[in-house]
């Protein structure tokens, strides 16, 4: 009986950290896509802007602030590069 309590307690503590893990992305994709969408207001190419903003805010967890410049702000950010070694974040 002694043995009933601790095993039925871990298996609440997993099935609710796995119903909280969607939640969690969701709100994470919900900061990139907002951030994103605020750097890149001003971009010439708006969906190329946001896709690749998008793919290094879900890395860096992290979007530097205006629509240009201040990379400083988010060093992880700043320092990606693409296959050419260019910056790969907008």
Do not use: W
Not at 3 to 20: A, I, V
Not at 43 to 69: F, H, N
């Amino acid at each position: 009986m002694k043995l009933y309590f601790p095993l039925l307690l871990l298996c609440f503590l997993l099935l609710g950290s796995s119903l909280m893990d969607p939640a969690m992305a969701q709100a994470k994709s919900k900061y990139c896509s907002d951030k994103c969408s605020s750097r890149c207001a001003v971009a010439g190419v708006q969906d190329r802007c946001i896709k690749y903003c998008g793919i290094c805010c879900e890395e860096c967890k992290c979007v530097p602030s205006g629509t240009y410049g201040n990379k400083h702000e988010c060093p992880c950010y700043r320092d990606k590069k693409n296959k050419k070694g260019k910056p790969k974040c907008p």
